[in-house]
Protein backbone atom coordinates (compact mmCIF):
# COMPACT_ATOMS: atom_id res chain seq x y z
CA UNK A 1 0.00 0.00 0.00
CA UNK A 2 1.49 3.34 -0.96
CA UNK A 3 -0.80 5.45 1.35
CA UNK A 4 -4.54 6.35 1.78
CA UNK A 5 -6.61 8.76 0.24
CA UNK A 6 -9.42 10.55 1.35
CA UNK A 7 -11.53 11.63 -1.01
CA UNK A 8 -13.22 8.89 -4.01
CA UNK A 9 -12.89 11.25 -6.64
CA UNK A 10 -9.46 10.95 -6.35
CA UNK A 11 -8.94 7.61 -6.68
CA UNK A 12 -11.16 7.25 -9.69
CA UNK A 13 -8.87 9.74 -11.22
CA UNK A 14 -5.61 7.61 -10.76
CA UNK A 15 -4.18 5.02 -13.03
CA UNK A 16 -4.92 1.45 -12.34
CA UNK A 17 -1.51 1.08 -10.95
CA UNK A 18 -1.91 3.73 -8.71
CA UNK A 19 -5.58 2.82 -7.64
CA UNK A 20 -3.99 -0.69 -6.50
CA UNK A 21 -1.13 1.03 -4.34
CA UNK A 22 -3.62 3.47 -2.53
CA UNK A 23 -6.30 2.93 0.19
CA UNK A 24 -9.29 5.13 0.96
CA UNK A 25 -9.38 6.70 4.04
CA UNK A 26 -12.81 8.36 5.19
CA UNK A 27 -12.82 10.79 8.11
CA UNK A 28 -16.15 12.92 8.95
CA UNK A 29 -14.78 16.10 10.72
CA UNK A 30 -18.28 17.01 11.88
CA UNK A 31 -18.07 13.52 14.07
CA UNK A 32 -14.93 11.42 14.26
CA UNK A 33 -12.43 12.45 17.05
CA UNK A 34 -8.91 12.72 16.61
CA UNK A 35 -8.29 9.45 18.50
CA UNK A 36 -10.53 8.11 15.38
CA UNK A 37 -8.18 9.85 12.91
CA UNK A 38 -5.43 8.12 14.32
CA UNK A 39 -6.22 4.80 14.40
CA UNK A 40 -7.80 5.41 10.67
CA UNK A 41 -4.44 7.14 10.06
CA UNK A 42 -2.68 4.04 10.33
CA UNK A 43 1.33 3.68 9.03
CA UNK A 44 0.76 4.39 5.56
CA UNK A 45 4.50 4.47 3.51
CA UNK A 46 3.27 7.06 1.97
CA UNK A 47 1.31 10.74 2.39
CA UNK A 48 0.63 13.12 -0.08
CA UNK A 49 -1.65 15.81 1.66
CA UNK A 50 -3.71 18.80 1.26
CA UNK A 51 -4.00 19.59 4.73
CA UNK A 52 -2.09 21.03 7.43
CA UNK A 53 -2.66 18.19 10.70
CA UNK A 54 -2.52 15.58 8.17
CA UNK A 55 1.02 17.03 6.77
CA UNK A 56 2.18 16.87 10.39
CA UNK A 57 0.86 13.44 11.35
CA UNK A 58 2.16 11.88 8.25
CA UNK A 59 5.68 13.73 9.11
CA UNK A 60 5.60 12.49 12.63
CA UNK A 61 4.89 9.44 11.85
CA UNK A 62 7.94 9.07 9.45
CA UNK A 63 5.72 8.51 6.45
CA UNK A 64 6.89 9.70 2.63
CA UNK A 65 5.70 12.91 2.63
CA UNK A 66 4.26 15.01 -0.69
CA UNK A 67 2.01 18.06 -0.19
CA UNK A 68 -0.41 19.91 -1.91
CA UNK A 69 -0.05 23.60 -0.98
CA UNK A 70 -3.34 24.90 -1.10
CA UNK A 71 -3.08 27.48 1.74
CA UNK A 72 -0.20 29.42 3.22
CA UNK A 73 -0.07 27.56 6.19
CA UNK A 74 0.78 24.46 3.61
CA UNK A 75 3.65 26.74 1.89
CA UNK A 76 4.91 27.18 5.27
CA UNK A 77 5.36 23.24 6.40
CA UNK A 78 6.64 22.47 2.76
CA UNK A 79 9.34 24.98 3.78
CA UNK A 80 9.88 24.06 7.15
CA UNK A 81 10.21 20.51 6.29
CA UNK A 82 11.30 20.78 2.32
CA UNK A 83 8.88 18.04 1.27
CA UNK A 84 7.80 18.02 -2.58
CA UNK A 85 5.11 19.59 -3.42
CA UNK A 86 2.16 20.75 -6.00
CA UNK A 87 0.50 24.32 -6.28
CA UNK A 88 -2.80 22.55 -7.63
CA UNK A 89 -2.97 18.47 -9.27
CA UNK A 90 -3.91 19.34 -12.96
CA UNK A 91 -3.45 15.80 -14.33
CA UNK A 92 -3.16 12.69 -12.85
CA UNK A 93 0.70 12.58 -13.76
CA UNK A 94 1.52 15.08 -11.07
CA UNK A 95 0.10 13.14 -8.71
CA UNK A 96 1.53 10.22 -9.34
CA UNK A 97 5.29 11.81 -9.61
CA UNK A 98 4.28 13.67 -6.17
CA UNK A 99 4.06 10.22 -4.42
CA UNK A 100 7.01 8.76 -6.17
CA UNK A 101 8.99 12.05 -5.03
CA UNK A 102 7.37 11.66 -1.72
CA UNK A 103 10.07 11.98 0.93
CA UNK A 104 10.36 11.35 4.79
CA UNK A 105 11.25 14.36 7.02
CA UNK A 106 14.28 14.00 9.31
CA UNK A 107 13.47 13.48 12.62
CA UNK A 108 16.66 15.89 13.55
CA UNK A 109 14.53 19.00 12.07
CA UNK A 110 10.96 17.88 13.23
CA UNK A 111 12.69 18.20 16.56
CA UNK A 112 14.21 21.28 15.97
CA UNK A 113 10.89 22.71 14.87
CA UNK A 114 9.09 21.78 17.74
CA UNK A 115 11.95 23.23 19.81
CA UNK A 116 11.13 26.55 17.68
CA UNK A 117 7.24 26.04 17.86
CA UNK A 118 7.23 25.80 21.83
CA UNK A 119 9.70 28.95 22.15
CA UNK A 120 7.72 30.88 20.28
CA UNK A 121 4.41 30.42 22.62
CA UNK A 122 6.31 30.31 25.26
CA UNK A 123 7.17 34.22 24.07
CA UNK A 124 3.91 34.87 23.32
CA UNK A 125 2.29 33.74 26.91
CA UNK A 126 5.19 35.42 28.63
CA UNK A 127 4.08 38.51 26.34
CA UNK A 128 0.57 38.40 27.13
Known amino acids: MIGRVYRGQVMANLSPAAQSAVELMPMDYATDSIEGFLTNFGAPQTVV ?8 IAAW ?15 GIVDDFGVPALRRVSHVDELESL ?7 ERT ?6 DRASAMCDAFFAWL
Open 49 to 56: SSRYHGAL
Open 109 to 114: RLEALR
Open 61 to 75: HACRLGVIRRTEKLD
Open 99 to 105: VRNAAPV
